[in-house]
């Protein structure tokens, strides 16, 4: 009975590990952008060009089970070099004392995703719209691995997070719109 029970327990663990599977982000074909509102008239797009995280996808169901990444504030680019060393600035993102922002799933419900976000030491949760494609077959992979791709959009108050509380909404809209696209193989 023992045996039985201890067969069975090995079984359902291999069973179920076999359907979560981490995934390794491919940067190249990867992105993590944000738009802004200047002056209320126009739209600033920007990037952080440094970024990594970590992702388990369950290949049967199709689905996430837990997304994690991290961005380097530092590699912030707007394609403005005085806008972006005042973005790394102690009123914006004080990106020497916060090097890092990260996000991490907390749950998935239909394509609406969950997550903590923690920017300048401060963690609040925002909801983005999801789609997730795949998994497919890598063509260009020796060892058929499996690709998917995942899209997240959502938005947050700039000044929930302490980043430029001087600047009025009417100069740098306080709502940002965050979209980032993730490519990632099977390990």
Do not use: C
């Not at 020497?96 to 920017?119: Q, R, W, Y």
């Not at 995942?150 to 001087?166: A, P, S, W």
């Amino acid at each position: 009975m023992k045996k039985t029970l201890l067969a069975s327990s090995v079984l359902a663990l291999a069973f179920s590990a076999s359907f979560a599977a981490p995934y390794a982000i491919d940067a190249s074909h990867s992105a993590v952008n944000f738009q802004v509102t200047h002056m209320m008239i126009s739209d600033v797009d920007g990037a952080f060009n440094r970024f990594s995280g970590e992702i388990d996808f369950d290949e049967k169901a199709k689905t996430l089970k837990a997304l994690k990444g991290e961005v380097l504030i530092s590699s912030i680019d707007t394609k403005n070099d005085s806008r972006d060393k005042h973005l790394n600035a102690p009123d914006f993102f004080d990106s020497a004392k916060f090097p890092k922002a990260t996000l991490e799933m907390k749950s998935l419900k239909g394509k609406k995703l969950t997550a903590d976000v923690t920017i300048r030491g401060i963690t609040k949760q925002i909801v983005f719209d999801t789609s997730i494609k795949g998994p497919v077959t890598n063509p260009m992979s020796k060892e058929n691995k499996l690709a998917i791709a995942i899209k997240l959009e959502g938005k947050l108050n700039r000044k929930d997070f302490g980043i430029g509380m001087d600047t009025k909404d009417a100069l740098v809209s306080d709502e940002i719109l965050l979209r980032i696209q993730l490519e990632a193989h099977s390990k």
